[in-house]
């Protein structure tokens, strides 16, 4: 394997890397990995430190992860074990020597050995701004003897936290993730990307690392393929939810203006369940909104077409009060106006979603005219 001679290459007797792994096939592999691996040829020491590693047995897991309250902590795993684990799973490595002084080496070391302690290890993880990665540009930045100037790494155009996830999730065909983070995750996703930001992901950070340097000096000196990424472009993400809800949308539709009996039980069943359903999903909005410790969640105008109330409406569908059909026409009106507002608003909101607002304005257009006036 390449860089894996324990040999001393200036008095410190140590080697500095940055490892970057490619994505994998399941949801929480989707953006890859990094780490670093240390050589210490003085104590025959190869292993790496892992910031990506958490506790999936916590009873708690799925409760934490909701908040956001998710505690991930730092690892060390020989590196060979740590190869062997990603060729398993058919997922590539590329390994970056950083070009370091023996004093920065000495610290830098020092410092991933004091993380990795009982009582240091352990941080809050938070997606975009502290997380794996990102850890690693700080880590490596603060024990350098001048400043690394990173040049830039970003796209021409200006592009959101959104933007770069969308890459990864449209790259590995994850297009009912994608639904379900666009809808989850609120107009915070949607603030432009500065340049040292976007290495919350692990490609934007060995390309940072790339393009970085100080007093001129570039921060890696060699650099290789360990192992090589598996091609996951033949990966099949089943049909587009935009196919999907779109069917379903016009057999609907074209449903809804049948007058016969089975039909309308039908619709009241359906709608009962469908405005039950969009309401409990706008309950976990506001309550990812108000109860999450960071802010990916907060100001989720997805909230327009999910709104809360729908769980409780659900429950008149056939009453004949004014103050119902007011209701059905107020909403009606909301999703006209975002639908007409749709590629304008702060947020970027997934397409797919498109036919489910349409189907929700037919649908309370059509409970609207059931109500006398």
Known sequence: LPFCKLKAQDSSHI????????????????????????????????????????DFDDPNFYIKFGQGNMMYFVSVAPFQ???????????????????????????????????????????????????????????V?????????????????????????????????????????????????????????AMFLPDYLMMGFDSASRSSQPLVGNKAVILPAENNSNKDGGMPPFLIFGIICIALAILSFSTSKPISFFFNVFDFLFFFITGLLGVLLVVMWIGRVDTVCSNNFNILWALPSHAAMAFFINKKKSWVKKYWLLCAILQIVLLLTWKWLPQEMNNALLPIVALLLLRLWMRYKKVPA
């Open 141 to 197: 930045s603060s024990h350098t003897s001048s400043p690394l100037a990173f040049k830039n790494i970003l796209p021409g155009k200006p592009v959101t936290f959104r933007n770069l996830i969308h890459e990864y999730l449209d790259k590995g065909h994850e297009s009912w993730s994608k639904l379900g983070i666009d809808i989850l995750l609120g107009s915070n996703l949607d603030i432009p990307v500065k340049n040292e930001q």
């Open 81 to 139: 074990e740590f190869v062997k684990e990603y060729q398993y799973f058919k997922r590539g490595i590329t390994e970056q020597e950083l070009n370091l002084s023996c004093t920065e080496k000495t610290q830098l070391a020092g410092a991933l050995r004091t993380n990795a302690l009982e009582q240091n290890k352990f941080y809050l993880y938070q997606f975009l701004y502290d997380n794996c990665s990102s850890r690693l540009r700080d880590i």
């Open 15 to 54: 080697q500095i890397s940055l490892l970057t792994c490619s994505p994998g096939d399941e949801l929480y592999s989707t953006f890859g990995h990094s780490a670093l691996r240390l050589v210490d040829s003085t104590q025959q020491k190869d292993v790496v430190f892992n910031y990506g590693t958490f």
